[in-house]
């Protein structure tokens, strides 16, 4: 691996872990339990050197946004719901 891609990588896996630290602000255990977890896979992984599992990783870590972009649309639907709709 080229030491260009290498750091292609790297801001990839950097921007990764700054998009989900600002998501991770709003979990529902505390942003402190978040950032925990978050830290231990990130250095669970550091070691991992092959391009195909790291680019298993960044797959896996594009999933998790999702998950927690949609698990926070979810939580802001039924806010609304509620706000606006009786429970008859």
């Known amino acids: 691996m080229s030491s260009h ?4 990588i790297y801001i990839i896996c950097d921007l990764q872990m700054f998009q989900l630290l600002h998501l991770g602000r709003e979990y529902p255990t505390g942003y402190d339990y ?5 830290k231990r896979a990130f250095i669970k992984n550091r070691q991992v050197s092959d391009p195909e ?6 797959a896996h870590g ?3 946004v999702k998950e927690l972009e949609a698990l926070y649309m979810l939580r802001k639907y039924r806010t609304l719901k509620k706000r606006y709709y009786s429970d008859k």
Do not use: G, M
């Open 5 to 8: 891609e290498q750091s292609e």
């Open 34 to 38: 978040f950032r925990t977890r978050l």
């Open 53 to 58: 599992k790291i680019d298993v990783l960044i």
């Open 62 to 64: 594009n999933y998790v």
